[in-house]
Each structure stands twice: as C-alpha cells, then as structure tokens.
C-alpha cells in the first residue's frame, strides 16, 4: 500500500494533475486473469502498474507482464531495489518501463513504451459480452477509454476531490478505487433510494387511511 501511495504521487508530480483522469486499484479486464496493482489513464494511454515490494517474488513477473502488454497502451513495474538487476533484464526485454524504490524515493531506470492494444483482446477479452452485443459498440482504444471512465465514475469523482483539496494521498483513499468499492456505492445509492421510497408510500398510506377515518367520523350520526 506504501508503494501504491508513493507512485500515485510520483504520477500527480510528473505526468501532472491534469493528464491523471483515472486510478484504479487492484484492476481486471474483463476476462482476464492478470491483475493490475493499479491501472491509471494517463493522457490518451490506459496504463498498468504491477508493484513489486521486497517480500515479493519476480518468478511470475514475465508472464504478467506478457498479458499486461496485450491489454494496455503501457505497462510501468515499480520495484523495490533488491529486484534491480533482475528487473532491468526483463524490462528491457519486453520493451516497458521501470521505477526502483530507495527510502521512499522513486527512481526512473526505464521509460515505457507506448503501444497499441492487441485486436483479439480489445475484441473479445476487454468488454464483457453484454456490451458486445450492442449496435452502436465499436471495439476501439477509444471507446475503451471511454468505457472505463463510465463505468468508475465514482473512483473518477474520488480523483477529483483529492485534485481539488491537494491532501496527502492516503491508503484509505487508494483502497475506495477499488471496483468493489463503486459496486458497493452504487447498492447503497439503490438501498437508500429504495428505502425513502418506502417512507414515503407508508406516509401516503397512513395519511390516506387517517383521512378515510375522519370522514366516517363525521358521516356518523
């Protein structure tokens, strides 16, 4: 979470406020089964950052990175210095970039390169089924971007808040970008809504049933 925290920042500091419209945290495409520590659409690129801390492995990194590849204009490992040298190996290999962490700071050894999204995963791997089926569903880069900013709109407005009143960035506030947590949002707006819906038919019902009694009251001989 430390590392989240601090590359969240390292990406407000260098990319600029402006360019940062979206994080997500702990994010799955669709039908994928590669998880992005956090994924963030930076500019015109959807960027994956996998993190890898100290008490981490890198034996399952060249597979991740592999997938991530195929689903992401960019693909950014933030690791902790240990894993340096392996890092720089598979990195430059694979064409992404890479940011060492040394006592809190984030060094830049690899830029990412920027790429295009494969066919078959922004066809059939991206978008779930129900948005295939759509007539007016384009299976493009941009309706993608665009797709995503829909759909965490909520993780969107937390970015904002934090754009607006410059606080520190806190492990509470990345874990509410999780998609769980929009899901969850979005129930609770439902539940509430339901609820004073409810209110207000009782209110109705006893006000209509008070008014039929006085009525008879006053019908009475």
Known sequence: ?????????????????????????????????????????????????????????????????????????????????????RSIELCKKEGVGLHIIKDSQIKTLLRGRSRRIDTHALNYTLFPQKIRKLTEFH??????????????????HELDILRADSSAISGSFIRRLNPNFVRSKQRDIKRKNYIEDLIKSIEKLQSTQSSSSSSAEISSP
């Open 1 to 85: 979470m430390n590392i989240k925290i601090l590359f969240t920042e390292w990406m407000f500091k260098n990319y600029g406020l402006e360019r940062v419209h979206l994080i997500v945290n702990e994010f799955a495409a669709n039908n994928s089964s590669v998880r992005a520590d956090l994924m963030a659409i930076v500019g015109d690129d959807i960027v994956a950052i996998e993190i890898k801390s100290e008490n981490d492995k890198l034996s399952r990194l060249e597979k991740q990175v592999s997938h991530l590849k195929l689903l992401y204009n960019r693909v950014e490992i933030v690791a902790a210095e240990k894993h340096t040298d």
């Open 139 to 156: 299976p493009t880069e941009l309706y993608y971007k665009s797709f995503l900013m829909r759909k965490y709109e909520a993780a969107r």
